[in-house]
């Protein structure tokens, strides 16, 4: 749909999970033609980000060879989005392997930590704003940093959340870092459009991605619903009639990418099927 995506180079954090929007977005920009670097922290990263949560070195490699296979071009870099040193290397890695880069995708995130505020430890709090907002922050800079080198523009998008406009319960951390990517995205867009270099959020509603699925679980259980009724619930505010798919959010990724979005900058669109609005 988009040639003139053929040919760039995009990274994509957060894209070593099996049905997670990251590996959606990954092979979505690879079939349109980018060579894909595509990232994930690899290793679990003690309690806050245990194997269950992260996409594994092996998962990644897997999900890159699939695309290979397919006669893209891809490879996969390990990087803990809390460490500048990490997203710097991953940048001058994307660089070594393919000589440039044109599209930074802020994908890695936390959604599984939630508790009441009461009962929430600054422990968690920590972590989710660390790699939900400081990961997104490191992202953008050191992106910049080589498109600007480049001179020749670039693609940042953010992923963000329908939490970036609403709050929920439980959610206080998560909430509070999308809401931020938000605001950074808008600064960020301010500062490096004379770059050309354009910079944008994505707020998908609820996809049932591996953390999506247990989304569903924990907020059935704190909301004294089942799992089928908690679904038929969600379905039944959502204009369109259903929740997010993986591709929804591909999809939008790649038209941010192109240049039919060139005049698009510091906005956080929604992908909820109208259920997020404002």
């Not at 959606?24 to 922290?41: N, P, T």
């Not at 991953?90 to 505020?117: C, F, Q, T, W």
């Not at 799992?227 to 790649?254: F, H, N, V, W």
């Amino acid at each position: 749909m988009y040639p003139d995506l053929q040919g760039k180079v995009a990274i994509v954090t957060g894209a070593g999970r099996r049905r997670g929007l990251g590996e959606a977005m990954a092979r979505r920009l690879a079939a349109e033609g980018c060579r894909v670097v595509l990232s994930d922290l690899g290793v679990p990263q003690g309690a806050a980000m245990p194997e269950s949560a992260i996409g594994t070195r092996s998962e990644l490699e897997q999900i890159v060879a699939e695309i290979v296979a397919a006669g893209r071009e891809a490879c996969a870099i390990v990087c803990n989005v809390l460490q500048e040193s990490d997203v710097a290397a991953l940048v001058e890695g994307a660089v070594s392997r393919y000589g440039r880069l044109d599209i930074m995708v802020n994908n890695a995130g936390i959604g599984y930590l939630m508790k009441p505020i009461v009962e929430t430890e600054q422990a968690d709090w920590d972590a989710v704003l660390g790699v939900n907002l400081r990961g997104v922050f490191l992202g953008i800079k050191h992106a910049a940093i080589q498109m600007i080198e480049q001179g020749q523009g670039g693609r940042i998008i953010n992923i963000g959340s329908q939490a970036s406009k609403s709050g929920f319960p439980f959610a206080a951390a998560y909430v509070s870092s999308k809401h931020g990517v938000v605001g950074l995205t808008r600064t960020a867009a301010i500062e490096l459009g004379t770059h050309r270099i354009n910079v944008n959020t994505i707020c998908p509603n609820h996809v049932t991605t591996g953390l999506g699925a247990w989304q569903n679980e924990f907020f059935s259980a704190a909301t004294g619903r089942s799992a089928e009724q908690y679904l038929t619930d969600m379905r039944s505010r959502i204009p369109l009639g259903r929740p997010g798919l993986q591709d929804d959010i591909a999809k939008a990724c790649a038209f941010l990418a192109s240049e039919q979005a060139a005049y698009v900058t510091g906005e956080a669109m929604n992908v909820s099927g109208g259920e997020e609005y404002h």
